[in-house]
């Protein structure tokens, strides 16, 4: 187990560095800093000033070579924008993020997992081709359709939700955060219960959920202690994998229900060229998938001996 | 296996046709979107104090530091916080005084100016002025304003440290440079006289200074703050104007109160001013006609036409040109675009009517380099570009390509679907003289280096927009040859006449203003007439406020600016259209007053 952990984090670290390596030199060759913060009017004198003054003059391995030894230490440097420091620009934008995708997570589940059991159970009725049906629809319509859709209808005609905004206090967040983790949730949840009907399919089959039906177990008991016990393994993994889509929705669902995340930070400091803070999104982004990632791996093996057998 | 691939098939079907029931459903249940107003004013005459102004934008705001900020959702906050020696007159874009006493005259070899300060004048309330700021509970008094804090922030702005993107507009001041390289404590040309009086002494007489000293980089702002904030001071603002800054939520919103001291007697008249930020536009919309917010100034193509179309509206949109123009820019050093001939052929094969057609009638058609709202544009100007494919084929011909040119000509601009738009219609325009296009798509960074570089791009999609109101930022800028560097050239088409250069030099200096404006229609004349643009059009903008919203109009200065306006409260529902209010409320904090 402990190999596995040391294995994980050390992969984690590998492409945590090579994520860095190739977005700081990306975002250093798309343009000059200088001109895209001090705009087309700055004299030759302030670009050459900005340059010097942000290290922009020294060749791009020093360059990267400081910023990787700040940022071992926690320095993320300072924003071109509004020259404040890149982890407090990211920390007041962070949690407002991890709200979202908590809660798109949750719906994703809630929702995926339970049309995915009853589907199985149902199998071949007209409720299991109706909702596979749905679920089919839910993964092909993307994002940018669903969003404006679902706010048009449910916030501005129909009044039951907030037309975007982030609200006033705790409860309120939740609240202005429900349409959009909606938004997000319809592509997981659609695809968590594809794949939660046909691992239900194949464990109700199993022998020991047989035998466990035949020493008269309640139904619900069988159902949910012992056929969705099981076919939780692969949900593990994949909610892992979700991660990423999750913050790649997180930046158009953001952008669509005004949500002051990560997403619209990046997307502000991209077309600003704004190098540090896109660096230091991108820093966080990958250690945080990688962190999700490990942990997904490390409860499969928790959960499942033959992963861990196999591993070690 | 078949059976799955039929059950998957079926399932496929059934989600499409779930999906045409939803909606049918959705479509036949669904309110009825307003078409009107869903509030009115009570109906006042005069201007009312009170009440709360929501109003958006659809980014992120970066800091009011006057000295630094040069973008509109900046200037829409430092403009309600700050105020400048002098401003312009919204109609006439004539100088007014605001802190000033009176807008200075020039000494009559032109080159001296003083400034004498109202004498009610105090920065608002803050805690840099208390004595120890860190630990003080509350605001302290904020001080007079002198001619020393004038100086000090002229001084500031210019200081190499500083980094001011608005250093190019105030080089004319005897001295800048010497202080800029470190030769001088104090820039020389900037002398106070007395604690209310400042003099500028320039190194030639120029026209165009006093726009500069309208313009947010020579603001004072109160030294205090610099030194308490120090880098930080972007998110600090401490200034003379009507709001004071009360809480900024990153990324969210701002809220900005009354400023009690402000120095005009009963102004402002709104209370709290509410500024949203990261709104997008289509949110906007949809706020704005559930009556959340107070004003919008862009909208999508859709809302666009949807918005135009309802007449209640009519009378709370106004659609104005920005102060901009567009063109095709062609390297007047580079072949085929050396000759003269070529250049008018493209500019007289663009048929911009088209364009404006294709976007829905949201361009303002214009054959000329001075944008139609500031003076010196002259709409009957001789030989100004438009769309005639017979002079476009006869200057093909004296061009010596009468058949057309051989060689794909490539044409660069920055990315965007907007952009490639535009791009696609040039491309099918010039294909009907013979030239072929080749796009070239470029992310805008990458874009002004290219283009401002010499001998590197050979046709650009080119755009200016106003700096301040006056044509000698629009000719002088992009079309004298002063303007052509080896790097970072503003003349982006490297553009040089002898003529026109000495008709712009001696418009800068000029006193006499029928005279001057004379100068530049005449430089347009011969700037159209060299086409090294084929000029297009500017931009047009619809903004709408709520019919309880007084005093606002579109400015064509400042985007957005709302320091004046009045709230005809309580407003009323307009029984047209009942519908309970949603939960959304787009303040942070309680409205108090707004009803």
Known sequence: ?312 | MPSTRRSESLAGLVGLGALGIAGLLIAVALPPAPTAPRYAGAGHETPQRGGTFVFHHEADVRGFDPHIAFDELSNMGIKLMYEGLIDYDRDTLELVPRLAEAVPEPSEDGRTYRFRLRADIRFADHVVFCEDPETAPRPCPGRPITAEDVRWSLEHMLATSTGSPGVTFFELIEGVEAYREGEASHVSGIRVLDERTVEMQLLRADQTFLFAMAMTFAYPVAHEAYEVYGDDVARHPVGTGAYILERWEPGVQLDFVRNPSFFIEGQPYVDRMVYILNLSRQAAVMRFRNGEIDHIHRQTPADYRLLKSYPAWEPYRLEEPKVNIWGIGMNCELAPFDNRHMRRAVAFALNTERWKRARAGRLLLSGQPIPRPLPGFDPDLPGQHHFDLDVAREEMRLAGYPDGYPEPLTLTMSDGETARFYGELVQQDLRAIGIEIEIRQISFPIWLQQTGTRRTVLMALQGWSMDYPDAANFLDILFHSRSIHETDSENKAFYSNPEVDRLLDAARVERDRPTRLGMYREASRIIVDDAPWGFTFSDLAMEMWQPYVHNYRPNPVWSNFFRDVWLDLPRRRVALWERAPTRSVPALTPFGGRP
């Open chain 1, 1 to 312: 187990m402990i190999e596995l952990v040391i294995k994980r984090v050390s992969a984690g670290l590998l492409i945590v560095l090579a994520a860095t390596t190739f977005i700081f030199f990306l975002a250093n060759g798309i343009g000059d800093p200088a001109l895209a913060t001090l705009g087309p009017n700055a004299s030759a004198e302030s670009l050459e000033d900005f340059r010097r003054t942000h290290g922009l003059d020294q060749p791009p391995l020093v360059q990267f070579g400081r910023y990787l030894g700040a940022a071992v230490q926690g320095d993320l440097g300072r924003s071109f924008r509004d020259n404040q420091p890149v982890a407090t620009v990211i920390w007041d934008r962070l949690p407002r993020t991890v709200l979202l995708m908590g809660m798109a997570m949750g719906f994703e589940l809630l929702f995926g997992l339970t049309l995915g059991i009853l589907a199985a159970l149902r199998r071949n009725t007209w409720f299991d081709t109706g909702f596979m049906g749905m679920a089919f629809l839910g993964i092909s319509v993307p994002n940018f359709v669903s969003g404006p859709i679902f706010l048009l209808v449910f916030a501005f005609l129909l009044g039951w939700f907030p037309i975007g905004g982030y609200g006033v206090d705790f409860g309120d967040h939740v609240w202005h955060a429900l349409l959009p983790a909606l938004t997000m949730a319809i592509i997981g949840s659609s695809t968590f219960a594809r794949i939660m009907r046909s691992e239900m399919i194949d464990t109700l089959g199993a022998d020991y959920v047989r035998t466990a039906r035949a020493k008269g177990l309640h139904p619900a008991r069988v159902v949910l202690g012992h056929a969705a016990r099981n076919a939780l393994l692969p949900i593990v993994t994949l909610l892992g994998l979700r991660l990423p889509f999750l913050v790649a929705g997180a930046i158009i669902t953001e952008h669509i229900f005004a949500w002051p995340g990560m997403g619209r930070l990046v997307i502000e400091s991209i077309t600003s060229l704004d190098v540090p803070v896109i660096m230091g999104v991108v820093v966080i982004t990958a250690v945080s998938v990688q962190f999700g990632n490990g942990l997904a791996d490390v409860a499969v093996g928790a959960l499942d001996p033959r992963v861990r057998h196999a591993r070690s």
